[in-house]
């Protein structure tokens, strides 16, 4: 079966879905879409045809389009189950569902591209006031998921257990993301010590900023 991606180097939500994808040693064409060239090509008429919401990521699998990165995620855990992203005990998977959620639905989307071009062009706001607006955010989310790992003992090497997931490869982009905006991470030394497992792997390496085709400073 043919699977392309069509991904942004550094979308946190096609982050995600590279991450999956190498997981479960998936082969995959990535399809560069440059969301600020000639205003987004995420916005010409033959990407809206593939996502009416004119977002990445989308997969086409075979004949078929997905959008969300947590529907894609899902749709390759049913499609090709091992090795698993998530756990078999069905609260386990709840839980594990739920920090993903966290991550992708509740930190994410208020400091995706949409938002940061909202807040300079319509709100107009300096880059010191949009730092300020994203560091709280994800702060505030990450105080949260670190919470949430120190609740119970369901962390191991990885969000749970031993073995990359899910969670995992919803985490990665996010600290990366917070990386990236000088976020001060110390207190978070769970949040931490995942990121710094899962960039041991080849999944979450060939996954990253950096090695995307599309990467103006590709390595």
């Known amino acids: 079966m043919d699977i392309k991606l069509f991904s942004y180097w550094r979308s946190s939500a096609a982050f995600r879905v590279r ?41 086409e699998h075979g004949s078929h389009l997905l959008r969300q ?58 880059d010191e006031q949009k730092s300020s607006w994203t560091k709280h955010w994800i702060d505030l989310g990450l105080a949260g998921v670190e919470k949430t790992l120190s609740s119970k003992p369901r962390m191991g090497k990885f969000c749970f257990g031993d073995e990359p997931g899910m969670a995992d490869a919803c985490l ?26 899962c960039m041991k792997l080849p999944a979450f390496i060939k996954a990253s900023w950096e090695s995307q085709v599309d990467c103006p400073n590709k390595s």
């Open 19 to 59: 991450i999956a994808l190498n997981l479960k040693n998936l082969t995959h064409d990535v399809i560069p879409v440059d969301l600020f060239k000639n205003g987004g090509e995420q916005h010409l008429p033959d990407f809206s045809a593939k996502n009416p919401q004119d977002l990445v990521p989308v997969l």
């Open 69 to 126: 990165s947590l529907a894609i995620i899902e749709f390759l855990e049913e499609t090709y189950p091992t090795p698993a992203l998530l756990p078999s005990n069905p609260h386990e998977r709840a839980w594990v569902r739920a920090l993903s959620m966290d991550i992708a639905c509740d930190i994410h989307p208020l400091n995706n591209l949409r938002v940061m071009k909202y807040l300079h062009k319509q709100l107009q706001l300096g």
């Open 172 to 197: 990665i982009p996010q600290i990366m993301n917070a990386k990236a905006n000088d976020c001060d991470l110390s207190h978070f030394p769970k949040v931490q010590q995942v990121f710094d497992e």
